[in-house]
């Protein structure tokens, strides 16, 4: 599952900018709660991201309170376009070698 | 309950050498995160107590969150990551700063010097005319 967070957080940042809390819900619900990235582990994906240059992250004040917001560059972008192109040939084999007896 | 601090966090991640940027950034993204845990699970009815226990359980326990945090060496400090670099800069630096040694030194200790160059100067310049006016008479005698 190398790789999975990763994956998920750039997809829905493809979409919008999140802070991480929106972030971890967004994954719960999209992945209809299958997956839930740990409360505290989605900061250092992010930060990791961000390190790579596939995320930029900016503060703002919302209520009083400060968020951190992740948007997608266009490193990141491609970099989501190549991990899921990975995830669909890996994805594609497993469920290839699970629906051929002979394989099992 | 008062809200985390995470400063045993903090620590553990300088220890363990993260880029202050990333720990600065770290505890205020955990502590907004376990505010909005706080707040939702008071929204849904849990007492003040409760609230707290539950923010604090699904958040994990700051070993584990120091742990996610420093497996991602990206976020190490660069000396971290690059410890014969850092080693092989600090000792060029110390060595580039050498001749600035006794600059800073006259910098420092600007009148003192200033006074014992003027004195040494001018009984160089007594003993000199001394010795001239000497050998002159010598040589004209």
Known sequence: MTGVPELLVLRLLAHREMYGYELVKAVRLVTGEAIGLGEGVVYPVLHGLEHGGALKAKRKAVNGRTRVYYTLTAKGRRRLERLSEEWRRVSAGVNSALGEPGHA | ?141
């Open chain 2, 1 to 141: 309950m008062p809200s985390p601090q995470f400063n045993d966090l903090k620590l553990e991640l300088l220890r363990g050498g993260v880029a202050p940027f990333y720990v600065r950034r770290a505890i205020l993204e955990l502590s907004e995160h376990y505010t909005d845990l706080e707040s939702d699970a008071l929204a849904a009815g849990m007492s003040s107590d409760e609230a707290c226990r539950y923010a604090q359980a699904l958040l994990g326990r700051e070993e584990s969150l120091a742990a996610a945090i420093l497996a991602h060496a990206e976020l190490l400090d660069w000396s971290r990551r690059w410890p014969r670099v850092a080693l092989w800069l600090r000792s060029a630096a110390m060595v580039a700063s050498l001749p600035g040694v006794p600059v800073t030194f006259c910098l420092d200790n600007g009148p003192g010097i200033a006074r014992w160059g003027a004195s040494l100067a001018l009984a160089t310049l007594v003993v000199g005319a001394m010795v001239f006016s000497l050998n002159w008479l010598i040589v004209s005698g």
